[in-house]
Nanobody
Framework: QVQLVESGGGLVQAGGSLRLSCAASGSISRIGVMGWYRQAPGKQRELVADIAGDGRRNYADPVKGRFTISRDNAKTTLYLQMNSLKPEDTAVYYC???????????WGQGTQVTVSS
C-alpha cells in the first residue's frame, strides 16, 4: 500500500504561483511513475504532468512552460511548481503514484487550486 497526502493548494490571482507537495509513505520502493492530475467541475480528471523513476518528465500541452514537476531522490515527496497561473487552471489537483510491477494506482485526497481573474 502507498499513502499520498497533498498540500499547497489555495486561492491565487491570475499570473501568480503556487507549489503543490505530495508526501508519499508506505511501500515507497514499489513506486515507479508519479504524477499530478486535475479535475475541474463538470470535467474528467486529466493528466497534468508525470515523472518516471529515471527522471523523465511528461507535461500536458496546456501547462508546458508554466508548470514543473519534480520529486526527491527517495521518492518520498512529489512537487508541482505552478507559475503564470490562469483561471482555467482552477481544479482539484490529485497526486498519483503507480507501482512499477503491477501498475497499481494510488491517489491522494486532492487539493483545491483556485485562480481568480
Amino acid at each position: 500500500q502507498v499513502q499520498l497526502v497533498e498540500s499547497g493548494g489555495g486561492l491565487v490571482q491570475a499570473g501568480g504561483s503556487l507549489r503543490l507537495s505530495c508526501a508519499a509513505s508506505g511501500s515507497i520502493s514499489r513506486i515507479g511513475v508519479m504524477g499530478w492530475y486535475r479535475q475541474a467541475p463538470g470535467k474528467q480528471r486529466e493528466l497534468v504532468a508525470d515523472i518516471a523513476g529515471d527522471g523523465r518528465r511528461n507535461y500536458a500541452d496546456p501547462v508546458k512552460g508554466r508548470f514543473t514537476i519534480s520529486r526527491d531522490n527517495a521518492k518520498t515527496t512529489l512537487y508541482l511548481q505552478m507559475n503564470s497561473l490562469k483561471p482555467e487552471d482552477t481544479a482539484v489537483y490529485y497526486c498519483n503514484a503507480q507501482t512499477s510491477y503491477y501498475k497499481t494506482n494510488y491517489w491522494g485526497q486532492g487539493t483545491q487550486v483556485t485562480v481568480s481573474s
